[in-house]
Nanobody, 126 residues
Framework: QVPLVESGGGLVQAGGSLRLSCAAS????????MGWFRQAPGKEREFVAG????????YYADSVKDRFTISRDNLKNTLNLQMNSLKPEDTAQYYC???????????????????WGQGTQVTVSS
């Protein structure tokens, strides 16, 4: 198992911004189709944003479209999520995910991903 380590979470007021980062620790390896999921207390885990296997397309949940931007540094194997215009309903634990072996599943499917980080907490106050 290759650990993915998230950083950048914290407490912010509604309307503010945060930038999450994810790095693959350990030896150099290839991780495909990285993305982000989140889970709020008492709610199911949900897809936030992600890349296609080719890395040329990005996907976003409707709830974050036009507010969040996902980006990736392929040379460094790092992933970022710029979150703007944050809302209290964005409060959740955010998880970085990645694929080791591509499978025919869409980016919103949790079972597509082989790697999951430990998560970083994002709290948005009203």
């Amino acid at each position: 198992q290759v650990p993915l380590v998230e950083s950048g979470g914290g407490l912010v007021q509604a309307g503010g911004s945060l930038r999450l980062s994810c790095a693959a620790s350990g030896r150099t390896f290839k991780v495909y189709a990285m993305g982000w999921f989140r889970q709020a207390p008492g709610k199911e885990r949900e897809f936030v944003a992600g890349f296609s296997y080719s890395g040329t397309s990005t996907y976003y949940a409707d709830s974050v479209k036009d507010r969040f931007t996902i980006s990736r540094d392929n040379l460094k194997n790092t992933l970022n999520l710029q979150m703007n215009s944050l809302k209290p309903e964005d409060t959740a634990q955010y998880y970085c995910v990645g694929v080791q072996t591509p499978v025919p599943l869409g980016p919103t499917r949790p079972d597509r991903y082989d790697y999951w980080g430990q998560g970083t907490q994002v709290t948005v106050s009203s």
